[in-house]
């Protein structure tokens, strides 16, 4: 069977009088990244996705940021999970579980406040959604720290040349490893 559909009612986020469904379209392949058929879920079955793949991708990435940068204490854990939210979003995988990001990448103390605050932003942590990061922007990162001041780069800048200092260090921050090319006063 290259296409079928599975339809319940009166479930989702909008309660009762809704139908939800799942669709599998084999014949499109998954190597393709294509997803469903346009004519099969919209002309065949007169259906449209409940969240296209590019506004959730930037609900989970939202829902990270705020928790990384609202909610976590601890320097060196915010780093490590920018880091990893980043990767996430640059790697080749097709799709993003929530939780299993969480078990990969959150500690397990901060787990149980990731997920609610995926679930505030309308996504069910166990529920996978093809990645789009067209909505996102993934090409680097930015600190901003306690006095102002603001680091910038990309991703491999964070992983290669930034040690984030961890919890309990004798002087909080970070170290650059990197020569200076350039300095002017302001």
């Known amino acids: 069977m290259f296409k079928t559909s599975v339809f319940v009612a009166g479930r989702g986020r909008l309660g009762a009088g809704t139908i939800t469904g799942r669709v599998s379209d084999d014949q499109r392949g998954a190597e393709t990244k294509a997803g469903v058929a346009t004519f099969f879920l919209g002309t065949f079955l007169g259906c449209r996705l409940k969240d296209s793949p590019e506004k959730a991708t930037l609900e ?4 990270a940021d705020g928790f990384i940068n609202e909610q976590v204490q601890i320097a060196e854990r915010r780093g490590r999970y920018q880091v990893a939210l980043l990767a996430t979003m640059q790697d080749q995988t097709a799709e993003i579980r ?3 990001f969480a078990q990969a990448h959150i500690e397990a103390a901060d787990r149980p406040a990731f997920l609610d605050r995926v679930r505030d932003a309308g996504l069910d942590p166990d529920q996978p959604f093809p990645k789009d990061v067209s909505l996102v922007r993934v090409s680097g990162f ?13 991703q491999e800048d964070l992983r290669e040349r930034v040690d984030i200092r961890p919890e309990g260090a004798s002087v ?4 650059i490893n990197d020569a200076i090319k350039k300095h002017r006063g302001r």
């Open 98 to 100: 929530p939780r299993s």
């Open 142 to 154: 930015k600190m901003t720290f306690e006095s102002g001041m603001v680091l910038v780069g990309s």
């Open 60 to 63: 989970f990435v939202q829902a």
């Open 172 to 175: 909080p921050g970070v170290d």
